[in-house]
Each structure stands twice: as C-alpha cells, then as structure tokens.
C-alpha cells in the first residue's frame, strides 16, 4: 500500500510569486488536509477536503487555495507569496469513515 | 477554539531512562493523535487514541477524556527516539507546541 505522497520534496520561491504543491492520498482514503509548519512551531491546519468539496477551514488567507481532484489527489495553491509563507507544508490523508490522519514527507517552501 | 498544551517542551535523557509526555487539551475531542517527528521533518503515527490505552513496544499511551489529557510513556529510551512529539486533537488536527526530546548515549 503507497503511503501519503508530496512533491515537490524543496521549493524556493521569490516573494510576490505564486506556488502549486501537491498530494496524493494514501490508497482508500479520501479526505486530504494541508497543514503549515514554521520554523520551531506545531503545524497549523490550512483546510482539509474531502469528495472534491472544502470541508473546513483554518486561519489563512484566500491566498491560499486548493482543489481535489476525482482520484482524491489534491493540490494547495498559494499566491502573492510573502517571507512569512516559508515553511514546511504537510498533507495528510483520511481514510473513509476514519478520523486517524496519515502524513506525507512534507514540501519546504522557502521564499526569498 | 479548542487549546492543546503540553509539557515539558524539552526533555534531555540519558540513554535507557524511562520518561512520560503530557498532553491536555480544553475541550473534548473525538480525536487524538501522537506523533513523532523526525530530524527530516516526518510525522512519524504512534498513536490514534481518543481514549484509553494502547501499547505498541517500548511506546505506550493513555487518554482520560473525561479529566482531558493524555500521556505517552517512552521506556528504556534510545537515541533514534530523538526528535519532536506532538500531540493533535479533532478531525482538523490542532497541535500542541510539542516536546523537544534529546537522547543520549
């Protein structure tokens, strides 16, 4: 069974620019979550999707956007990138009828 | 919203000792996690524990949900155990600050 991917695995950007990571969820689940995690923090819930819908939001801006797709991959789209966006950006994946969520190897974003 | 804590932040053992992480939270949740994360930045499931206890190896865990925190209990701790525990609540996973755990030899 593949676990939860990401890629890219390191990005670095210039600020004002505009980024597209994404996810592929672990086999049977389809609910996926993005997190970001700064530096020495704990990660912070962005949004999570589940059958191709929003379904919950955290603090951030709409800037910060997403989709999913019908194969339950996803993507997290951040635009008008600013330094404070440099992070590490985590998706984790839910399977149906669960709550336990499953982590990917995470995307470093660093911007410049 | 729901606030996560836990304690201590920072933990520094001598390979071999024994140590406990807590976690309290202040609302009830129907989720709880434990993770660890690793130098690369994984988060790496231990545990998926709403309430109870379950053991997995050298790695045990409690929740009282009702009295609402949890605890991890590391025994006969290695070096590879080093890293960042977390512990998150809800389906929309809210951290903790976590614990920095450092083992040595």
């Known amino acids: 069974e593949t676990g939860v991917t990401q890629s890219p695995t390191h990005l670095i950007k210039t600020r004002g620019q505009q980024v597209t990571l994404r996810c592929s969820s672990q086999?049977?689940?389809?609910?996926v979550s993005w997190y970001q995690q700064a530096l020495g923090q704990g990660p912070q819930f962005i949004f999570q999707?589940?059958?191709?819908?929003?379904?919950g939001r955290g603090n951030f801006p709409p800037r910060f956007s997403g989709l999913q797709f019908p194969n339950y991959s996803s993507e997290l789209n951040v635009n008008a990138l600013e330094l404070d966006d440099s992070a590490l950006y985590l998706c984790?994946?839910?399977?149906?009828?669960?709550?336990?969520?499953?982590f990917g190897p995470g995307t470093r974003l660093t911007v410049l | 919203g729901i606030q996560v804590e836990q304690s201590p932040p920072d933990l520094i053992l001598q390979e071999g000792a024994n140590s406990t992480l807590r976690c309290n939270f202040s609302?009830?949740?129907?989720?709880l996690q434990w993770f660890h994360q690793n130098p690369w930045g994984q988060l790496i499931n231990l545990f998926y524990?709403?309430?109870g206890t379950k053991q997995n190896g050298r790695l045990s865990a409690t929740t009282v949900a009702t009295e609402r925190y949890s605890l991890l209990y590391i025994s006969s701790s290695q070096t590879t155990d080093s890293g960042v525990y977390f512990c998150?609540?809800?389906?929309?996973?809210?951290f903790g600050t976590g614990t920095r755990l450092q083992v040595f030899p």
């Open positions: 984790a994946s839910t399977s149906t009828g669960g709550n336990e969520q499953f």
């Open positions: 086999s049977g689940h389809n609910t």
């Open positions: 999707y589940y059958r191709e819908e929003e379904n």
């Open positions: 609302d009830s949740v129907n989720n």
């Open positions: 524990i709403p309430s």
């Open positions: 998150a609540c809800t389906d929309k996973l809210i």
